[in-house]
């Protein structure tokens, strides 16, 4: 089978997270030495604003950034920095590599939205020991969990993520650095676009 046509709304919405298709690239086999995360959410409710790095992230990670929640669902003042800790258990951070399995291929990256009050952008720079940096990002969909399809460029090829793995990675991370998601107030979805047409557009299609 063509593997773009796993791309395809009944297919993705049937199989999606349903079995592992493909192991991680070889350059995973080597710790992650750093991390770069920015996450934004906004909607009706409260608005997340994160930027954090993580260094040394193979021995004793240090962790910095700024973390602001603008709209008064937390315990902190709206507004104001919420603190990070000062470091964070390297297993956290090392699980980003093994989470890049299940990498389908896609003609270009693209970004879906079929839902409203649910707008999160991701992105997650990862450098490896060799000095490899790949950035998954979400291109701010939001049709899958947290935010997604997720989708990455390695070696000039473009690949979406055909599973939960990633995100359940940041989930662990976010959890580790006690960091909340965005909260929505009145989220619905509806009227979707087919991934498949959005990494492989029709040319020549005058509707």
């Known amino acids: 089978m063509n593997p773009a046509l796993t791309l395809h709304l009944p297919i993705l919405a049937t199989y999606y997270d349903a079995a592992e298709l493909v192991d991680a690239p070889d350059f995973t086999h080597q710790p992650v030495v750093a991390m770069h995360l920015t996450y934004t959410f906004t909607g009706l409710g409260p ?6 790095t993580i260094t040394s992230a193979d021995d004793e990670p240090v962790v910095s ?5 603008e709209g008064g669902y937390s ?7 919420v603190s990070l800790p000062d470091s964070v258990d390297s297993a956290v951070v090392q699980a980003f590599g093994a989470a890049l399995t ?6 270009q990256q693209f970004s879906t939205i079929p839902c409203w ?17 790949v950035t998954m990002a979400n291109n701010a969909s939001n049709a899958v969990g ?8 390695i070696d000039g090829l473009n690949y979406m993520q055909y599973s939960y793995r990633f995100p359940k ?3 662990d991370l976010f959890h580790a650095l006690r960091l909340p998601f965005g909260e929505t107030a009145a989220m619905g979805c509806g009227g979707g676009s087919d991934p498949l047409f959005d990494s492989y557009p029709r040319t020549g299609d005058n509707g």
């Open 117 to 133: 009050d649910y707008y999160p952008d991701w992105s997650v720079e990862l450098t490896f020991e060799d000095g490899t940096v």
């Open 102 to 107: 299940d990498l389908v291929p896609i003609g």
């Open 65 to 69: 950034g700024t973390v602001t929640i």
């Open 47 to 52: 608005s997340n604003n994160y930027d954090v």
């Open 169 to 171: 990675a940041i989930r």
């Open 146 to 153: 947290i935010g997604g399809p997720w989708q990455v460029e």
């Open 75 to 81: 315990d902190e003042t709206p507004g104001a920095p």
